[in-house]
């Protein structure tokens, strides 16, 4: 994990999770859009939902750390 004036400032992992969020609210909409049975496609599109909410919860992480680690190294460059 890169790190720069003593701060995280790069989460490739969390990119990583973001991706895999995504891939995995799209197959299961693939399901939903697969399954006849109309209980069946809603716990699919439910779980769509869920996927999609964590990977937003993961970008929003992720660009919180990244203004963070700007801040921080403002904050440095001004003590100097």
């Known amino acids: 994990m890169p790190i720069g004036w003593g701060c995280v400032v790069m989460l490739p992992k969390l990119t990583e999770d973001i991706a895999e ?3 995995r ?3 299961s909409r693939e399901q939903a859009e697969r399954t ?3 209980r069946l496609k809603q716990d699919f599109l439910d779980l ?3 996927w999609l909410s964590l990977a ?3 970008e ?3 660009q919180l750390s990244n ?3 700007k801040v921080e ?3 440095n460059t001004k003590r100097t």
Do not use: L
Request: hydrophobic letters at 20%.
């Open 21 to 23: 969020c995504y891939r």
């Open 25 to 27: 609210a799209h197959e």
């Open 36 to 38: 006849p049975n109309p």
């Open 48 to 50: 769509e939902r869920r």
């Open 56 to 58: 937003r919860n993961y």
């Open 60 to 62: 929003f992480s992720e």
């Open 67 to 69: 203004f963070t680690a």
């Open 73 to 75: 190294r403002q904050a």
